[in-house]
């Protein structure tokens, strides 16, 4: 089962609670449509969350870099390196099959780890999704009548420049904390959260 997807007519998330998701999205406030593998038939979806798309830069441009390196700056090199023996056309035809088989599982692999690792926000509790292997998934969860501190940090020029920045939240269930890293919006994040709690509270 996927660990998120689009509800059904009977699912708890109803049409009118907000607007469909964007597929990439990393912010979505009320979103309409959105189900999660371990929701409950009370939980209503309230804030969506995935790291800011900035992160993916880094290792997005080091793919550029493997991709182009075969056909630009290898064949730079061996111009100005003599090599004494000639090698056949199908070793290097199998080299390059390999090399880009691996570049395509390094794209894959970041991006499926910054694709399924999410945090979300319903009316009854916060449950972060940490996805580390191809076949490994983790889930922790808290209810929002258990929290008792929620903060937000910011630093750097990126997370100031680009708004994102780590919500930690303080709990008295078995999990401590938990921390939303590198997300849009922290002190929106905060402060819906809170909302939540005092609403539960009250």
């Known amino acids: 089962m996927p660990t998120i997807f689009n509800g059904s007519e009977k699912s708890a998330v109803k049409p009118e609670h907000g607007k469909l998701m964007a ?37 997005l441009i080091l793919a550029a870099v493997l991709v182009a390196l075969p056909t630009s700056v290898i064949p730079l090199i061996f111009r100005h390196i003599h090599i004494p023996v000639d090698i056949p056309l199908g070793y290097i035809t199998v080299g390059l099959v390999f090399w880009y088989l691996a ?19 319903t009316n009854e509790r916060i449950v972060d999704i940490d996805f580390y292997y191809l076949l490994y998934k983790h889930f922790s969860q808290a209810e929002l009548s258990k929290i008792q501190d929620i903060s937000f940090t910011a630093s750097g020029v990126l997370s100031t420049v680009f708004n994102y920045g780590d919500v930690t939240i303080q ?31 009250k």
């Open 23 to 59: 597929p990439l999205a990393s912010f979505a406030y009320m979103p309409g449509g959105v189900r999660f593998e371990t929701q409950e038939p009370e939980d209503v979806v309230e804030l969506f969350l995935r790291q800011h798309p900035i992160v993916n830069v880094p290792w």
């Open 103 to 121: 570049t395509f599982g390094f794209i894959l692999t970041n991006f499926i780890h910054w694709f399924f690792n999410i945090y979300i926000v």
């Open 171 to 201: 709990t008295a269930s078995e999990l401590p904390t938990l921390d939303f890293e590198k997300v849009p919006y922290p002190e929106k994040v905060v402060e819906t959260i809170r909302g939540l709690t005092e609403k539960i509270r």
